[in-house]
């Protein structure tokens, strides 16, 4: 909380951006930006990107094979008034999904919120070799690692067919290519849906800082969870894909701030009027002349 409140105060007095580093193993690129440097990329990764559908409702009908073998869909993890983060990946994959959901694990041990509780996570296989022992093995030792008891309800790691996994991934505009070596090139990041199956936000990169979690989970929950000072910050503050991170909007804080000036004005103004009303009052009539 304390945290929170720095970084608001911070914001409103410099009404300046915030200057974040880029945190994932290379550089981050926003939306639009892997077409543009697609000549400097080796052949593994070109077309490798998260093209994104913000607004757009995830497919409610695909079904999977969830972690303890039962059948679902999207349309039965969603819980109202908790968000979905949603990791795409796949279990066996040497490197890039470790990293980000290690990386998400410690980012949400930072947020007050439980899995389970005010949200849910939900990682995705798009190898449909894969199947639900493995999903399983992977889930333990992440509800392990997040440590929270009762949590586990909230972790979700499903396998499914072609079909379902590869419909999901195009839908949400996560661009992967299989390899010779019969892994996966993908891009890292995770995805913020509403209680509804909306999309709300994207998370690029394998790190996210806490109040990354945190807003993007406010913003997704539609108001349903956090606190007032959260949604404040919300407002606040927007989503910047190339750190990765939320920064001060300085329009907002700059119409934030004019409208604290307006009624500071109007308050001594009045404060004012108040003071001379009153010492009229009290002021002893004048003397009339005989």
Request: with cysteine; charged share 20%; hydrophobic share 45%.
């Amino acid at each position: 909380m304390k945290s929170r409140l720095a970084i608001l105060a911070l914001a409103a007095a410099a009404l300046l951006p915030a200057v974040a580093m880029g945190q994932g193993a290379g550089p981050v690129l926003a939306p639009g930006e892997s077409a543009a440097l697609s000549n400097e990329l080796p052949k593994e990764l070109e077309g490798v990107e998260f093209v994104e559908h913000l607004g757009e409702t995830v497919p409610m009908d695909l079904r999977f094979t969830d972690d303890d073998g039962t059948s679902v869909t999207l349309a039965d993890l969603l819980k109202p008034g908790r968000p979905l983060l949603i990791h795409l990946g796949y279990f066996k994959c040497p490197m890039m999904c470790s990293l980000v959901l290690n990386e998400a694990v410690r980012g949400l041990q930072g947020i007050d919120w439980t899995v389970g509780s005010e949200f849910d996570v939900v990682a995705v296989s798009i190898n449909p070799a894969e199947d639900a022992e493995l999903a399983r093995a992977k889930k333990a030792g992440y509800v392990a690692e997040y440590g929270r008891k009762g949590s586990e309800k909230g972790w979700h790691f499903l396998t499914g067919p072609v079909e379902s996994t590869h419909g999901l991934a195009e839908a949400v505009g996560f661009r992967f290519k299989l390899l010779d070596n019969g892994d996966y090139s993908h891009p890292g990041g995770m995805i913020v849906v509403s209680p509804k199956g909306v999309i709300t936000r994207y998370l690029h990169g394998v790190r996210f800082p806490s109040e990354t979690f945190r807003l993007s989970l406010v913003e997704g929950s539609e108001g349903t969870i956090g606190s007032s000072m959260d949604r404040v910050m919300l407002w606040c503050f927007q989503y910047d894909a190339s750190t990765n991170s939320y920064v001060p909007f300085v329009f907002r804080l700059v119409k934030l701030g004019g409208a604290l000036t307006v009624v500071a004005i109007v308050a001594a103004v009045g404060v004012a009027l108040l003071r001379e009303r009153r010492a009229r009052r009290l002021q002893p009539p004048s003397a009339v002349a005989c």
